[in-house]
């Protein structure tokens, strides 16, 4: 069993950052995709960005512009950098780690976001 820690969620101002951290309990090299989603109130949790093994990355809507996924093996720890961030931002960011076989999908507990404008 692997858990899923995120951390550096909290309230700022339009056009701030803020960089999430996501810590595994073990190797992240077990996941093939690790992923950031966000859940907004009133809506379904979607994909934010994703980063492969690999290092391959993907960007959903206008986060390919701002946002920045990342990872350090050796720390066991998914990034994401957020800039100039907007109010329709803020929601709940969960962390997660998908391994295709056997098949594993760890969720972390998520963290909060506020973009005050």
């Known amino acids: 069993q692997v858990q899923l820690v995120e951390s550096g969620g909290g309230l700022v101002q339009a056009g701030g950052s803020l960089r999430l951290s996501c810590e595994a309990s073990g190797s992240i090299l077990r996941f093939n995709d690790m992923g950031w989603y966000r859940q907004r109130p009133g809506r379904q949790r979607e994909l934010v960005a994703g980063i492969t093994t690999g290092g391959s990355t993907r960007y959903v809507g206008s986060a390919k512009d701002r946002f920045t996924i990342y990872r350090d093996n050796a720390k066991n720890t998914v990034y994401l950098q957020m800039n100039s961030l907007k109010p329709e931002d803020t929601g709940v960011y969960y962390c997660?780690?998908?391994?295709?076989?056997?098949?594993?999908?760890?969720w972390g507990q998520g963290t909060q976001v506020t973009v005050s404008s």
């Open positions: 997660n780690g998908k391994r295709d076989w056997p098949y594993q999908d760890y």
